[in-house]
């Protein structure tokens, strides 16, 4: 927990909320284009985006002709495979046409090179489609004539004559050749076959679509000459030709097409000329093999063929355009550039542009001094930190390169085959030499090393952007081979300096800093002195001068967990902020941390990470003792990899607590930390680096479910899911579903989601709240999800609320709005049975005949005799059950702590409209063993304003062999409520216990019935909640407060209805180790800038119970006073407060664990490493 202290003493000292964060200080980062990019796309769970071999300029003349370099020095010739060209990609920042290493295409003094640098580097294409270079007016041309030979090759010169027929374009799919991105016309029937070399292959004449005939020399295939597993699509009605094609080889001499069968032997020409008509136009696709199941219109279409692998590929925007976001508020920053607008997609299409650019000048042994650019072809990006406050991104595995495309040192082997005991210096039993020093493989008494000389210099740059400030370093290790100053600048559009800095090579580390004044952001100077102190009486504080911002490590006495009851921890940790100015505010970029890594200066470490870090809550409290609201960002890490510098240093076991205030003077804050519900992002960086991953957990001693919002590693944002024993130890994974939206269109492409923003407003301890929001590629339809977490002692329950609404008119072969255990990712999840109801009437009870698990072959997804598209009876709220878990069906929790639990969902609300028609249930079908919900099977469109909303409780019970061990850890009466039912009747009993009625009294508005959700505007809040014992400790969110502070008496009291003598309790009975407030949760509002308390109740009278929020309802009158009192005070906010919160993990983490194993899931994770001893 944290909290704020003011001095008594000082009556300047102003109100909490007047140093919150606004809205505008909310940190976004977001990739526009697609969930990320499609290299940071795991496995075959995504389609292929249409991309091959990169962006290649191709310049058509009569057969075409594709840019080779070598070195500086660029030529024009044909080439006879897809992707075999020099690598072109245009830039939009300043229309620079950049080659893969970095290098520009250069225009000066007439002759065309590529150059580390340009004076002029910009190009147009004009409407002719000639390259014309914007400084001399003239555009790229031959040297020679324009009719090559099959052999023929020329030098690219600037020529003022524009010649005719040398225009350009950009080559990015190997399926749509320059000419021919909309498709083929078909100018004449297909020939029978003829053979070239050994091949049988027919030809075709065509025509691009305007009628003209395209000279075209380049196969359309790989850099190996083949590109298998083709089809043909006809364009009027996306029919496919039924055979597949091997691959195309040109279009020239005549300008036929060349097709060649596959298998080669199949002479479907005849075939072809029936299918085809003179005129139509075709295109090509990858795979849509497996007879009419990847027909759009087939019943049950998947997406997928037969045999599991996607029927289209789909766009490739997230790779034309692979930019990251990250922003503030309405001022949001790419590239360093910066605007006012306040829509994210205008903000990205108006922001201006802007350069940096890193070089050395260095001199390397005896070489000549060289000038050095960093090159960031083989870029990695890791996110360590994301969240409201900061976002902090690193860039890595970067190298400086010579004007040649040289480093200045290289790997290599010692020349003779050398072998060795021991490196250069180590001893005298067969060193290797001073000139290649290092013994790499040397095994005693098996095998000898080889001698090498290693190039391990790295180099990386990193952000960090917080609420008003982004901070730019490039670092690198400590290089010795050789000297010289490293210069850093970011330049705008016009080519005008923002910022420089410099630095020396052999300890790289140069800084750029820039902060938000107003509205504007500019550079500052990061050695000057800060006008904020922080102390601590119990941590270590460190000021790091280029971030701007104060690190306090805790104490290595600061408790932790090993996986075993941990019990309840709290651990205060006071800091004193001190705001030196008198006349100005200022900000405070705060960060609580156990061996997070630092940048500037050394201190002593808190101690290794505990099993406390899967759990791990942190809050601020004010000076009585209370939770302040101030809001928290927790970022933390348990992964560890073998690359210090691919990962930038910030692998490893580490927690952090963020925040961001605004600080009048004489403030002071003092933190720790508690058990509850947790939900954090969890960086991956030392794992992998696809960016994204959040992880939520119900105390320590494990994760309980994870989320992977971008769908990163298997395109499904529920993963890793874990069911609760109260044991503190680790579980078995039982994941995964998934609430994204999953859209095939009509003619069967997957549309996949952009612009996805995950944020944790909240991560408990009592109710975290977190939102996902994207839109589909094509934007037709947005997708908004909450998820919410809290603090019970029964099992493992997850709110949810996922709305997907069109925007536009859509139509679509396949449409997923939810699914429990997804299709790409599903372990451990063999129910005996699937049992389905509404209320307490069971409609369906089906037993399992299928298992599928991830694999989408056809008779594994929508199965014969399986449910399929139907709408569900009765009128809610729905239950699904997947209980009776068979998976690891030996293996219980006496003989081992790693079992697995049963699932189950509840539909608590729901409400469609589809086609302009209202619906009133949900319609599900079943996926071998798999639970999707969509639309009717009649249903295949979406209108503009059409939506899916749902409001459902994702739940992991205990299975019935383990259920007395939770039932003894947990001490639960709701678990002794539901010990004598079966697994499918304990879901029921959530659905049905979870119907509360919710009665407000005077002037309270209910915004929720469960959990449940209040706003007031009386002083006093009554309100009565009917519908029996609840399951568990149910959330009361009270919103609309002026001031998080409870006053003398107020509390959240309540009473049994069936209590005739009127008794009423306090929830601070909850209240544990000694303090006064640690049973309840503030929150703080952004946007209506009103408070939230956040109590967590059981409920266990069969008639009712009966709550007031204020001072003691004995003293009360018979209704609240009309008259509003000042603590707390009440107002309206637009904002529901109770929306769940989400956030993406498929547990790319390593468990922590006692044990330095790595636990046996399926998922791509291990657990965190164990405390110390």
């Known amino acids: 927990w944290a909290s704020v202290i003011w001095p008594g003493t000082n009556a300047a000292n102003p109100e909490i909320r007047q140093i919150l964060p606004r809205s505008q200080d909310t940190v976004h980062v977001s990739w526009p284009n697609g969930p990320s990019t499609s290299q940071k796309l795991g496995g075959n769970n995504w389609p292929s985006f249409g991309t091959g071999g990169g962006n290649q300029l191709h310049l058509r003349f009569s057969n075409g002709f594709v840019i080779f370099s070598a070195g500086d020095a660029i030529t024009l010739r044909q080439s006879y495979n897809f992707a075999t060209g020099t690598k072109l990609s245009l830039r939009g920042s300043d229309s620079a046409i950049v080659d893969s290493s970095g290098k520009f295409l250069c225009g000066e003094g007439g002759s065309v090179t590529l150059s580390i640098s340009c004076e002029s580097p910009s190009w147009t294409f004009l409407s002719s489609g000639s390259l014309k270079h914007d400084s001399t007016g003239s555009c790229l041309a031959p040297s020679g004539s324009s009719a090559f030979g099959r052999e023929d090759v020329s030098d690219l010169v600037l020529s003022s004559d524009s010649p005719n027929g040398n225009d350009g374009e950009f080559w990015t799919d190997p399926l749509k050749p320059p000419g021919f991105k909309t498709g083929f016309k078909i100018a004449g029937a297909a020939s029978s076959f003829s053979v070239a070399g050994s091949t049988n292959r027919f030809s075709l004449r065509v025509q691009n679509e305007d009628g003209a005939f395209e000279g075209f020399r380049e196969s359309l295939s790989g850099p190996d000459g083949t590109l298998s597993n083709l089809v043909v699509v006809r364009s009027r009605d996306n029919k496919a030709f039924p055979h597949k094609i091997s691959y195309v080889e040109h279009i020239a001499w005549g300008k036929n097409m060349f097709i060649r069968p596959d298998p080669d032997d199949d002479d479907w020409s005849a075939e072809w000329n029936a299918f085809f008509s003179t005129g139509d136009m075709f295109y090509f696709e990858y795979d849509t093999t497996g007879g009419d199941v990847c027909e759009p219109s087939t019943a049950k279409f998947t997406g997928y063929n037969s045999g599991g692998s996607f029927c289209r590929s789909t766009n490739s925007g997230l790779d034309d355009n692979p930019h990251v976001v990250i922003g503030v508020g309405s001022t949001l920053v790419r590239q360093l550039g910066a605007t006012d607008h306040r829509s994210l997609k205008d903000v990205y299409a108006n922001l201006p542009g802007a350069a940096l650019s890193v070089t050395a000048d260095l001199t390397c042994g005896s070489s000549a001094p060289t000038t050095y650019t960093l090159s960031s072809s083989s870029t990695q990006l890791g996110l360590v930190r994301a969240g409201h406050t900061v976002v902090q991104v690193t860039a890595s595995g970067l190298q400086f390169i010579d004007s040649s495309g040289l480093g200045y040192c290289t790997t290599e082997d010692e020349p003779t085959n050398q072998n060795c005991a021991m490196s250069f210096g180590e001893g005298s039993n067969n060193p290797c030499p001073e000139s290649h020093p290092s013994c790499i493989g040397f095994v005693s008494g098996s095998s000898w090393g080889k001698c090498r000389k290693e190039c391990k210099d790295e180099f990386w740059v990193e952000v960090d952007v917080w609420a008003d400030s982004v901070a730019l370093n490039v670092k690198g290790t400590a290089v010795s081979v050789c000297t010289g100053t490293v210069n850093v600048q970011v330049d705008d559009e016009s080519e005008n300096s923002i910022a420089s800095a410099s630095g020396d090579i052999a300890n790289l580390n140069v800084p750029l800093r820039f902060e938000r004044r107003g509205s504007i952001f500019g550079s500052v100077d990061v050695t000057a002195a800060s006008s904020v102190s922080v102390t601590s009486t119990v941590g270590t504080v460190l000021f790091q001068p280029s971030l701007g911002d104060f690190l306090v490590e805790v104490p290595t006495s600061t408790p932790k967990c090993s996986y075993s009851k941990c019990g309840e921890i709290l651990y205060k940790i006071p800091v004193t902020l001190s705001n030196q100015d008198i006349m100005n505010s200022h900000p405070v970029r705060l960060t609580l941390s156990r061996k997070f890594p630092i940048r500037e200066g050394s201190i002593s470490r808190g101690g290794n990470t505990g099993a406390e870090i899967t759990g791990l809550s942190i809050m601020l409290f004010d000076d009585s003792g209370q939770p302040s609201g101030i809001p928290v960002q927790i970022s933390k890490n348990w992964h560890s990899g073998s690359n210090a510098a691919y990962w930038a240093g910030w692998d490893g076991s580490w927690w952090s607590g963020n925040v961001y205030v605004n600080l009048p003077p004489d403030t002071s804050i003092s933190l720790s930390f508690d058990p509850g519900w947790s939900h954090a992002q969890l960086s991956i960086v030392g794992y992998s680096d696809r960016w994204l991953w959040e992880e939520a957990a119900l105390g320590t001693g494990g994760e309980n479910i994870c989320f992977d919002p971008l769908g990163s590693h298997t395109r499904a944002t529920i993963t890793d899911v874990r069911v609760k024993l109260f044991d503190g130890s680790w579980k078995e994974n039982v994941g995964g579903g998934d609430f994204s939206l999953l859209y095939f269109d009509e003619t069967g492409r997957m549309i996949y989601p952009k612009s996805v923003e995950s944020t944790i407003w ?412």
């Open 762 to 1173: 909240s991560s408990g301890p009592c109710f975290s709240n977190s939102t996902i929001t994207s839109v589909t590629d094509d934007e037709k339809v947005t997708s908004r999800v909450e998820v919410s977490g809290s603090r019970t002692n029964d099992f493992v329950r997850v709110f949810l609320k996922v709305r997907h609404e069109a925007i536009e008119d859509v139509s679509f072969s396949r449409l997923s709005f939810f699914q429990v255990a997804a299709e790409t990712y599903n372990y451990n999840n063999l129910p005996e049975e699937y049992v389905v109801g509404s209320g307490s009437t069971v409609s369906d009870t089906i037993a399992r005949t299928c298992t599928g698990v991830t694999s989408k072959a056809s008779d594994k997804m929508y199965y014969e005799g399986g449910i399929y598209r139907e709408e569900m009876t009765g009128d809610g709220p729905w239950f699904l059950s997947m209980g009776k878990n068979q998976a690891d069906a030996d293996v219980a929790y006496v003989d081992n702590a790693m079992v697995v639990g049963d699932r189950g969902l509840v539909v608590r609300e729901f409400k469609a409209k589809i086609g302009g028609v209202e619906l009133t249930r949900p319609s599900w079908s079943l996926l071998c063993d798999k639970i999707e919900f969509g639309t009717t099977a009649s249903v295949n469109t979406m209108k503009k304003g059409d939506y899916w909303e749902a409001k459902m409780e994702f739940l992991v019970l205990p299975r019935q062999v383990d259920y007395g061990t939770a039932q003894e850890n947990s001490d639960s009466a709701s678990l002794d409520d539901l010990a004598t039912m079966s697994e499918w009747q304990r879901v029921r009993e959530q659905a049905t216990r979870g119907s509360l009625k919710v009665t407000g009294g005077d002037g309270v508005v209910v915004e929720s019935e469960y959990p449940i959700g209040l706003k007031g505007v009386l002083g006093q809040v009554r309100f009565s909640v009917s519908g029996g014992r609840s399951l568990g400790y149910v959330p009361i969110v009270i919103a609309g407060l002026q001031t998080a502070k409870r006053g003398s008496g107020v509390d959240l009291w309540k009473r049994d209805a069936s209590d005739e003598t009127g008794n009423w309790s306090q929830t601070s009975s909850q209240a544990t180790l000694g303090e006064s407030s640690n049973y309840y949760q503030a929150n703080w509002d952004r946007e209506s800038q009103t408070f939230e308390l956040v109590f967590n109740v059981e409920m266990r009278d069969e008639t009712g119970t009966e709550f007031n929020f204020g001072t003691d309802p004995g003293t009360w009158t018979t209704s609240p006073t009309a008259t509003p009192t000042p603590n707390p005070t009440l107002s309206p906010t637009t904002r529901p407060s109770m929306s769940p919160t989400t956030r993406p993990s498929m547990s790319p983490t390593t468990r922590p664990s006692t044990s330095p194993t790595t636990r046996p899931s399926m998922s791509p994770t291990t657990t965190p490493p164990p405390p110390d001893s």
